[in-house]
Nanobody, 122 residues
């Protein structure tokens, strides 16, 4: 079965850290561009980060630049989103997506995960 599964969300205090995982089944994630999005009910989905295939390029939304880091773990067929210095406004459902074609600049999405909830609160 071809799928993406996110994990690692939870409740964290402001200033804390979480690491989200996006693990693929049935396909090799290193061949895909990976996108992390987040969405709050009633607001537009925001792309947080992108990692090109073979990890050549990355990009980050201005709202998370310097705090979040995207990376691959090829043996585990997983992409991580390390989130540091978390703020209450980072609270959202976080989704990963993968696209075999396309790029960070011209995205295309083949697979989506189900999302993982992040709550930043004291």
């Amino acid at each position: 079965q071809l799928q993406l599964v996110e994990s690692g969300g939870g409740l964290v205090q402001p200033g804390g850290s979480l690491r989200l995982s996006c693990t693929a089944s049935g396909f090799i994630l290193d061949y895909y561009v990976i996108y992390w999005f987040r969405q709050v009910p009633g607001k537009e989905r925001e792309r947080v980060s992108c990692l090109s295939s073979s990890s050549i390029n990355t990009d980050y939304a201005d709202s998370v630049k310097g705090r979040f880091t995207i990376s691959r773990d090829n043996p585990r067929n997983t992409v991580y989103l390390q989130m540091n210095s978390l703020k209450p406004e980072d609270s959202a459902v976080y989704y990963c997506a993968a696209g075999h074609l396309g790029s960070c600049a011209y995205p295309e999405y083949d697979y989506w995960g189900q999302g993982t909830q992040v709550i930043v609160a004291s």
